[in-house]
T-cell receptor
Framework: DAGVTQSPTHLIKTRGQQVTLRCSPK?????VSWYQQALGQGPQFIFQ???????QRGNFPDRFSGHQFPNYSSELNVNALLLGDSALYLC?????????????FGPGTRLTVL | GNSVTQMEGPVTLSEEAFLTINCTYT??????LFWYVQYPGEGLQLLLK???ADDKGSNKGFEATYRKETTSFHLEKGSVQVSDSAVYFC??????????WGLGTSLAVNP
């Protein structure tokens, strides 16, 4: 049973560019949450998708957007990249979307903005 | 708003030492509390959780008890191993259903 997978593993972009990160949830899970983890910090909640809708959102600007597909996989898009967007982006999946449910994390995508 | 405060690291222990990592929280209502662990080069894993007061979460020799009177959820292990070296995160989910994280505590266990 594959766990949560994310792609790509690493990514280097320049300021102003756009990036798309991808996540496949654990088999049987229907909910995907995205987090940003800066170096030496705890994860910061970006948003959560359930039934192809954004259900919860953290304090992130509209430059951060997402999508969930019918197969429950998800994308995180970031427009107009800033240096401060450099971070590890984590995807977590869970069943039925309750935030109290156990969230299973992927290995993350390391984004570097130059 | 909701918040989590955990002790700063790094924490360095010898193998078989007793471990305590303090975590206190601020939240309205009755949050659920979690400890996650991040091993070097890996993603976050749920270590244990507790969803109501006086619950004790336990896993892999680690324990934490939900103390509402002291708003705490301290992580303990009686005898740490080198393989426990990792970063440990305390987190909560409150009434707004958002997962709030502490800053993490790095643990290094020496043989």
């Amino acid at each position: 049973d594959a766990g949560v997978t994310q792609s790509p593993t690493h990514l280097i972009k320049t300021r102003g560019q756009q990036v798309t990160l991808r996540c496949s949830p654990k088999s049987g899970h229907d909910t995907v949450s995205w987090y940003q983890q800066a170096l030496g910090q705890g994860p910061q909640f970006i948003f959560q998708y359930y039934e192809e809708e954004e259900r919860q959102r953290g304090n992130f600007p509209d430059r951060f957007s997402g999508h969930q597909f019918p197969n429950y996989s998800s994308e995180l898009n970031v427009n107009a990249l800033l240096l401060g967007d450099s971070a590890l982006y984590l995807c977590a999946s869970s069943l039925d979307g309750g935030m109290t449910d156990t969230q299973y994390f992927g290995p993350g995508t390391r984004l570097t903005v130059l | 708003g909701n918040s989590v405060t955990q002790m700063e690291g790094p924490v360095t222990l010898s193998e078989e030492a007793f471990l305590t990592i303090n975590c206190t929280y601020t939240a309205t209502g009755y949050p659920s509390l979690f400890w996650y662990v991040q091993y070097p080069g890996e993603g976050l894993q749920l270590l244990l959780k507790a969803t109501k007061a006086d619950d004790k979460g336990s896993n892999k020799g680690f324990e934490a008890t939900y103390r509402k009177e002291t708003t705490s959820f301290h992580l303990e292990k009686g005898s740490v191993q080198v393989s426990d070296s990792a970063v440990y995160f305390c987190a909560l989910v409150g009434n707004n259903r958002k997962l709030i994280w502490g800053l993490g505590t790095s643990l290094a266990v020496n043989p």
